[in-house]
């Protein structure tokens, strides 16, 4: 068994605009990591997000930038053996709205590893609709929902 997803939302903004919502760890800080983000996502950094909901901040470490176009990351399983890979990829529409899509991959083949890839797939896609809150809006939709 293969695990992995995508998910993907538009947001009404320029393609610009929506990556460095990502890429800027003081915007990523206002409406995804609760608990703050240092580090702005470059390739070869190791970053670091925290949030206030999962105590304690982890690293993030930063393989490749494509700026305007795609980011792609790994995390978790310090010792490599159970990292994840995440590529987050953002496309201008004709209208000049962005495509944000997230995809993930990499888990064991285990109960455990799904019950993680799809507990990844709902914070991603919450992300995207938080995302789009704040570029759209600045609203935050994180702040309280989970404390």
């Not at 159970?82 to 990499?106: C, H, K, N, Q, W």
Request: net charge negative; glycine share 10%.
């Amino acid at each position: 068994m293969d695990l992995k997803f995508e998910v993907s939302g538009r947001i009404n903004r320029p393609v610009e605009d929506v990556f460095e919502a990502v890429a800027d760890p003081a915007k990523l800080s206002s409406y995804f990591t609760t608990g703050g983000a240092k580090g702005r996502l470059e390739t070869g950094a190791t970053v670091t997000w925290d949030f206030h909901d999962f105590p304690g901040a982890f690293p993030v470490h930063v393989v490749e930038v494509e700026p305007n176009k795609r980011i792609v990351l790994k995390w978790g399983g310090e010792d490599g053996s159970t990292a994840t890979l995440v590529t987050m990829r953002f496309e201008p529409t004709d209208d000049g709205r962005t495509i944000v899509s997230i995809a993930e991959e990499g888990w064991p083949s285990t109960e455990d590893g799904l019950k993680n890839s799809y507990g990844n797939c709902m914070g991603w896609s919450q992300m995207i609709c938080a995302m789009k809150a704040w570029v759209e809006h600045g609203i935050n939709l994180r702040d309280g929902m989970y404390a």
